[in-house]
């Protein structure tokens, strides 16, 4: 938990991690931000994906983690695709080209469907 937002592992899935984030991802909270989504892979996931469905507000400091977190899931062998991205920050994303570069997906099922780690799964869900 961040002040003022939380990031919490939802589900493991094999190598993939979903990571469930609620709350504004802005100056304050993103280095706490980073932090708590690379603690969550830590554990044998370097494949993560993040629910963003909770986050109504992204800011470029936001965006900045964002990008920051996909290359480091690359450095680390590992990737990062966003899933159920709110439409004010499908925008930011657009207008910025992060889309061309971090996969989006409409649903964390997409997400975990479309992965070609998806086939490595072993959920650990509740769904």
Same mark, same amino acid.
């Given at each position: 938990?961040?002040?003022?937002?939380?990031?919490?592992?939802?589900?493991?899935?094999?190598?993939?991690?979903?990571?469930?984030?609620?709350?504004?991802?802005?100056?304050?909270?993103?280095?706490?931000?980073?932090?708590?989504?690379?603690?969550?892979?830590?554990? =044998?996931?370097?494949?993560?994906? +993040?629910? %963003? $469905?909770? *986050? #109504?507000?992204?800011?470029?400091?936001? /965006?900045?983690?964002?990008?920051?977190?996909?290359?480091?899931? =690359?450095?680390?062998?590992?990737? +990062?695709? %966003? $899933?159920? *991205? #709110?439409?004010?920050?499908?925008?930011? /994303?657009?207008?910025?080209?992060?889309?061309?570069?971090?996969?989006?997906?409409?649903?964390?099922?997409?997400? %975990?469907?479309?992965? #070609?780690?998806?086939?490595?799964?072993?959920?650990?869900?509740?769904?």
């Amino acid at each position: 938990m961040v002040k003022d937002l939380d990031v919490e592992v939802t589900d493991v899935s094999g190598p993939i991690a979903v990571v469930t984030v609620t709350g504004e991802l802005n100056l304050y909270t993103s280095g706490g931000f980073r932090t708590a989504v690379r603690g969550a892979c830590g554990d =044998g996931h370097p494949h993560l994906i +993040l629910d %963003l $469905a909770g *986050v #109504p507000f992204c800011d470029s400091s936001g /965006l900045s983690a964002l990008i920051m977190l996909h290359r480091w899931a =690359g450095e680390a062998g590992g990737s +990062l695709t %966003l $899933a159920a *991205v #709110p439409d004010r920050i499908a925008r930011l /994303l657009q207008m910025s080209g992060v889309d061309q570069t971090i996969p989006i997906k409409p649903t964390v099922r997409d997400a %975990l469907e479309q992965h #070609p780690h998806g086939g490595d799964r072993t959920s650990t869900s509740q769904e």
